[in-house]
């Protein structure tokens, strides 16, 4: 079936050094990969996303990478800080038959802390 | 503008009784997604809707589990019978459109004692 594998589970930084989250996806239909945090008690927030047809986006201090062919997208955060501290999901959409079923596939999670 | 609402924020029932989750979606917006979160774990899909139709109920357990999304109104994930292991939270997407990027409630937490 569909999977998200992500990594690692746990990630901690000190301020200001940078943070590399991996994940890996089974279906190579997907085509729409949204990168989500989520805080303590809260809902997961959307915080970038990418579709299959480009290979890597940035947003300030923010950027994910996609490798089509190896199947896995990365997201890359620069320059952290302490409000960064939280559970990172990775997802990719599901693929039902021929069209997207609107379903995204999360990984694990990941939990950042940033050591001030 | 308002973002997508859920209500209650959090809920307590005991054995054997209903429980009846709202999640109204961001103004615009016509398709609506229920994931649940256990603790410790990421999201798992339950069932994707349309207004007055579902569209994919695939992540659903098949029974005791329902939801709906009214032409007027919030949709509804209903759970009957609840046992122990419904506890979780439950989350609630809504888009614009089907591949259009799905923005997040911030849940119901369900115990169930």
């Known amino acids: 079936g569909e999977n998200v594998e992500q990594h690692p589970s746990t990630l901690s930084v000190q301020e200001g050094d940078s943070a590399v989250i991996k994940c890996t996806y089974s279906?190579?239909?997907?085509?729409?990969f949204p990168w989500y945090k989520q805080e303590l008690g809260k809902g997961p927030q959307l915080i970038i996303d990418?579709?299959?047809?480009?290979g890597e986006k940035k947003d300030q201090r923010i950027a994910v990478t996609l490798n089509k062919t190896a199947k896995h997208f990365s997201l890359h955060i620069t320059e952290t800080q302490p409000e960064d501290s939280a559970v990172y999901f990775c997802?990719?959409?599901?693929?039902?038959?021929?069209?997207?079923?609107?379903?995204?596939?999360f990984g694990q999670g990941t939990t950042l802390q940033v050591k001030p | 503008n308002a973002g997508v609402m859920q209500n209650p924020r959090h809920l307590v029932r005991r054995r054997g009784q209903e429980a009846r989750l709202r999640c109204s979606p961001m103004k615009g917006h016509s398709h609506v997604y229920w994931y649940r979160q256990l603790p410790e774990e990421g999201l798992k899909f339950m069932v994707y809707l349309q207004k007055e139709n579902i569209i994919d109920e695939s992540g659903m357990p098949k029974e005791r589990f329902s939801a709906e999304f009214p032409k007027e109104g919030p949709s509804i994930l209903r759970i009957q019978q609840v046992v122990r292991g419904d506890s979780a939270a439950y989350f609630c997407a809504s888009s614009p459109q089907v591949h259009q990027p799905q923005h997040f409630g911030d849940g119901t937490r369900l115990s169930i004692l």
């Open positions: 990418i579709r299959s047809n480009v």
């Open positions: 279906d190579s239909a997907s085509n729409y």
């Open positions: 997802a990719a959409l599901g693929v039902g038959g021929s069209s997207n079923t609107g379903k995204l596939i």
